[in-house]
Structures are given as structure tokens and as C-alpha cells.
């Protein structure tokens, strides 16, 4: 089976075979890393843009490094000194970026749904890089990559999610693509930020990360969206660290072989303390690696194939 | 094989490719005076056995043995966005420092050329070969770009219409090569 999408939109509506596809390829990406010249040709001539309206350092940065060494002409479109601040409109912004000629464009916006009306709009390849509380497919992707290479597979595996799942567009790709690939996966937070009905997207929940922390196989500890909270959803940031912040002490009561991941940035010392980021379990920079052979592998994917005539020997 | 061919004639039998690779082997041998700095490199998919073969024949002729890789050539295509349906990207294997070896491409079917193109842009950007070889189990003409093999199992004088299948236990279950037809 070969993939047909133009668009990734998240991990909702990607078949198991096709999240599989991804990380197959990405992981023959990851070849690259370990030579002196990191440049493959594959998307010569393909032009990508970047447009974030919500600030992000690691994921444009992987989009740019992604797109540049598989050679593609990568343009970073800064919202705030664009058009976008004359007032012109999603849509028209999106629709130029399109006239100029880009081929693909990864885009990260606050309102849930943008990319799936981008991409309905337009031609050129459009790639989710998180929108709104919905989906961020490719941290998902890379942290079902980074689950996979330390885990070896997915069938019956414990997976704690815990923090913020409300507003976290992490945790619902995490969700996504978890369940498709066989996980169990248990949403652990305050219970004002685990929304409500959750359990439909078949986790369990919990609200004592005590309970769950020693029978768990992996923890992806979630950043505490301090610019997206509301007043009065938890009392106060250092109650939060104390019942669910990922320090040592808890590590200690973990499975030896935990695996912990964390999407980044982390506010330090309040979800997770500086030696759980530096414990050996912990997979952080290797998330961050990751990150670039999954978006080189999505770009790779969405880009290729037009025609019809298959080429045989 | 594709259930889209009809097969035509059995041009190779896993006699004749035993016969091929062991004639290859020592040609190998003839013409690198030996086999100081000589590696082999399979192009995924049925080029990577093949360079496996070729290495272990070279191995009984001269009782050591040679580095064998695995190159996957998907990302140097330069027909991407012209085939329909996406070709899986392999990962590439080659275990030792390609400067300095007389490295030898070895692939199943020699046609446009346009695999060995990308092949050598993917052994340079790993590093600089004294000198390039090609070995290839059939060529069967129809050359798109001015490359030809060094060494050849069979060359197979075919119509643009056929289809080369080689068959490898490895890969296939069965060990031949055969002349199809796309049967629409």
C-alpha cells in the first residue's frame, strides 16, 4: 500500500499502515544524520514555507533542517512582519503563499481546524505543525518513533500521558496514534484539565499519577501551558508540581526501563525537574532528532507521485 | 511476480545464475589485480543478495573476505514526482568508509541507466571511491544515460513493451529470470 495523501492533517484519520509508513521512513531517514554532508536531493526544486502564527522555536526549526537537507528551498514567513499584520486574512495570506509558488506548506495556528480548511482550499501540500488544543501530528509521529526504537513495538504497552490534556494538542495525537498501533494509554492529570468524555477516545483515566507511575512502560510528561491557562483550573503551579510533576523521587517508584519523553520546551521544576530531564530513561534529545527524520519523511511522502506510468527495473 | 505480467521465457535458471556470478567473481578479481581495497555494494532490493553472493564466490577464490553494503537509492531518484506510486525508502547500510576503495555497484537489471545514476550520487556524498564499477546480473539495453556495466551475467536483447523479473530465493522464494509482458 502506497500513500495517497497530500495533506497531514493528524494522526486521527491516518491508518495504522500508514503511521507505520511514516516511521519506516523516517527511520531510513535518519541515515543522514551520521554523515559529515547531510544533504540528500530528493525535493531539489520543491519549495516549502513556514508560516506559525503561535511562537515556536524546535518544530519550525526541525521543519527548516528537515526541508533543507533533503534540499528543498525552505522560506520562513514571519507573521509578525507580514501582511498578516496589514490585516490581510488567513486566506488570502495562504492563497499567496500558494501564487508565489511553494509546493508545501507547514503551518501552526491557535484556532483548531485551520489546516484542514487550508487544505481543502488549496493545491500545494498542506502540513499541520499543531492547531489550536487539536492535533500535532508530527510530535506524535515522533514520539510513537521514539517509543518504537526504545520499545521495539506497541502491542500491550503502558503508556502514561500525563499534565494538561485539555489544551494539549500533543496528548491527542499522542491518543491518536497510540490506540491505532495497539497501546494503553492513561491520561493522568488535575481533573479540571482532563476534558470531559475523554474515555471515547478509549484511555482511562486518572487523577493520582501515584497510583499509575510504577506499572507504567512510558511517561510523556506534557508542558504545563502556563499562556493558555484560565484562572482558577488548579490552585496554584506548585500544588501541580508537587502531585504531578515528574522528579526524582517518583522516578524511583518507576520501572527500571520507563521510557520518559517530554515534547518541550519544559518549564523546569514545574512538570518535570531538571534530573528527570537527566535521568538515562529519559529520551528528550533523541525526540528532538527524531523530529527532523519524521518531518523529512512527511515531506518526502506528501511530495512525491503525480503521474501515473510506474516505472518497472 | 505481478499478477499485471505474462511471463514469456525463462532466460536464466538458478544454474545459469551460479554460472553468471561465479564468472563475475573472478572476473572481479581479474581486473582489480586481487582484491585490495575492493568492497561490493548491493542496490536495494535485488542487487543487495547479489552483492551478497558475489562476495562469498569471491571469498572461495581467495580465501578472505570483502566488505559487502546495502545502498537504497529512493531518495536520489530524479523521477519522483513522476511515478505514480511512491516508492518505500530503505535504509542504506554500508558499514565501512567508501574513500579510497574500488567500490563495485552491483545490481539485478541494467536498463535506462538512471538506478546507477542515483546510486552514484549516493556513493559519492558518503565519500571518494579510488574508482566505480558496475556489475549487473542482466543488461537488457535501452540505455537513457551514457553508463554501461563493467561486468554482465547476461546481456538480454529485449523490447521496450517486455519486463525483466529476476527472481532471488532471498527475496522471491524462486531463483530465475524471466522475460514478461504487461499483459494490458
Known amino acids: ?313 | 511476480m505481478k499478477s499485471n505480467l505474462k511471463e514469456k521465457t525463462v532466460i536464466m535458471d538458478a544454474d545459469g545464475m551460479r554460472r553468471a556470478l561465479s564468472r563475475i567473481a573472478h572476473e572481479i578479481i581479474e581486473e582489480n589485480q586481487g582484491i585490495e581495497d575492493v568492497v561490493l555494494v548491493g542496490i536495494r532490493t535485488r542487487g543487495a543478495p547479489l552483492a551478497q553472493r558475489l562476495a562469498e564466490n569471491i571469498e572461495r577464490i581467495e580465501g578472505r573476505k570483502i566488505p559487502v553494503g546495502i545502498l537504497d537509492i529512493t531518495l536520489y531518484r530524479d523521477d519522483l514526482t513522476t511515478i505514480a506510486r511512491q516508492p518505500l525508502v530503505g535504509k542504506t547500510e554500508i558499514p565501512f568508509d567508501v574513500t579510497g576503495t574500488k567500490l563495485i555497484l552491483v545490481d539485478d537489471v541494467l536498463y535506462t541507466g538512471r538506478t546507477i545514476r542515483a546510486a552514484l550520487d549516493g556513493v559519492i556524498d558518503l565519500g571518494r571511491p579510488k574508482r566505480v564499477q558496475l556489475a549487473v546480473l542482466i543488461d537488457r539495453g535501452h540505455r537513457e544515460l551514457p553508463i554501461r556495466a563493467d561486468y554482465v551475467g547476461k546481456n538480454v536483447p529485449t523490447s521496450r513493451k517486455e519486463v525483466i523479473v529476476v527472481e532471488l530465493k532471498e527475496i522471491d522464494g524462486d531463483e530465475r529470470v524471466i522475460i514478461a509482458e504487461k499483459a494490458n
Open chain 1, 1 to 313: 500500500m502506497r500513500w495517497k495523501r497530500k495533506d497531514l492533517m493528524g494522526l486521527e484519520e491516518l491508518e495504522p499502515w500508514e503511521i507505520e509508513l511514516v516511521l519506516d521512513t523516517a527511520e531510513a531517514c535518519k541515515g543522514i544524520f551520521s554523515r559529515d554532508i547531510k544533504k540528500l536531493p530528493t525535493l531539489r526544486g520543491k519549495t516549502m514555507v513556514n508560516i506559525f502564527y503561535e511562537p515556536s522555536t524546535r518544530t519550525r526549526t526541525s521543519f527548516e533542517v528537515a526541508g533543507k537537507w533533503m534540499s528543498a528551498d525552505v522560506i520562513n514567513v514571519s507573521v509578525n512582519t507580514s501582511s498578516v499584520r496589514k490585516g490581510e486574512s488567513l486566506r488570502d495570506t495562504l492563497k499567496t503563499i500558494q501564487a508565489v509558488g511553494a509546493d508545501v506548506v507547514a503551518i501552526r495556528h491557535s484556532a483548531a481546524g485551520v489546516p484542514h480548511m487550508l487544505g481543502k482550499m488549496l493545491d500545494i501540500s498542506v502540513i499541520n505543525a499543531g492547531d489550536g488544543a487539536h492535533e500535532h501530528p508530527t510530535q506524535g509521529l515522533l514520539d510513537l518513533l521514539t517509543i518504537r526504537e526504545k520499545k521495539g513495538s506497541f502491542e500491550g504497552l503502558k503508556v502514561a500521558i500525563v499534565g494538561d490534556i485539555s489544551h494539549s494538542r500533543v496528548a491527542k495525537s499522542n491518543i491518536w496514534g497510540l490506540k491505532k498501533l495497539g497501546a494503553e494509554v492513561t491520561v493522568i492529570g488535575p481533573s479540571t484539565l482532563i476534558p470531559f468524555g475523554i474515555e471515547d477516545m478509549g484511555v482511562k483515566v486518572s487523577y493520582d499519577l501515584d497510583e499509575v507511575i510504577h506499572e507504567v512502560d512510558v511517561v510523556n510528561v506534557l508542558r504545563l501551558q502556563l499562556e493558555r491557562q484560565r484562572k482558577g483550573l488548579f490552585p496554584t503551579v506548585r500544588e501541580y508540581s508537587k502531585l504531578y510533576g515528574i522528579n526524582r523521587d517518583r522516578l524511583k517508584r518507576a520501572k527500571e526501563d520507563l521510557l520518559i519523553l517530554h515534547p518541550g520546551p519544559a518549564n523546569l521544576g514545574i512538570e518535570i525537574t531538571q534530573d528527570a530531564c537527566d535521568d538515562p530513561r529519559a529520551a528528550i534529545t533523541e525526540q528532538v532528532t527524531n523530529g527532523v527524520a519524521v518531518r523529512m519523511a512527511v515531506l518526502y511522502l506528501v511530495l512525491g507521485g503525480v503521474s501515473d506510468n510506474e516505472l518497472i527495473n
